[in-house]
């Protein structure tokens, strides 16, 4: 089964909060943009040379989205990415290699008020290569 999550720590947040690893599923239709950092020099005879750009090349950036979830459930994932502002966590993705982790950050993200308690919660996790 295809995985796309990441485990809110317990306790990561402030004492006891929250009291237990806290797993956090993306929604269904979640989307993946990929791009590589590629140097090219164009000639003028139409014929160009190409190269990778650094070691880690592959820029990915993961569209996600909880929604239709309880206030305390979205309120929990705004508070964690608040909390982790600036530095990365683990993102769980399956692919081709199985369930791959991989680290991200989240330096934005949007709340829909849906109802009174049921809300919705879109960001972008940017892929970062970093230990």
């Not at 690893?21 to 990929?34: F, K, L, Y």
């Not at 190269?51 to 569209?63: E, P, Q, R, Y």
């Not at 966590?89 to 934005?108: A, H, I, Q, R, S």
Request: glycine share 6%; aromatic share 10%.
């Amino acid at each position: 089964m295809s995985k796309f999550s990441f485990t809110i720590p317990a306790d990561s947040i402030s004492a006891g909060v929250p009291a237990a690893n806290e797993e956090v599923t993306a929604d269904r239709g979640m989307t993946r943009a990929s791009k590589h950092r590629v140097l090219k020099a164009s000639f003028g005879d139409g014929y160009e040379q190409r190269v990778l750009d650094g070691l880690n090349t592959k820029n990915d950036t993961f569209s996600v989205g909880f929604n239709n979830r309880t206030a305390a459930e979205i309120n929990l994932i705004a508070k964690y990415f608040d909390v982790q502002a600036g530095k990365n966590f683990t993102f769980t993705v399956t692919d081709l290699d199985g369930d791959t982790n991989m680290k991200v950050v989240c330096e934005e993200y949007n709340i829909s008020y849906n109802h009174e308690n049921f809300h919705s919660l879109t960001t972008n996790l940017r892929r970062v290569y970093e230990p």
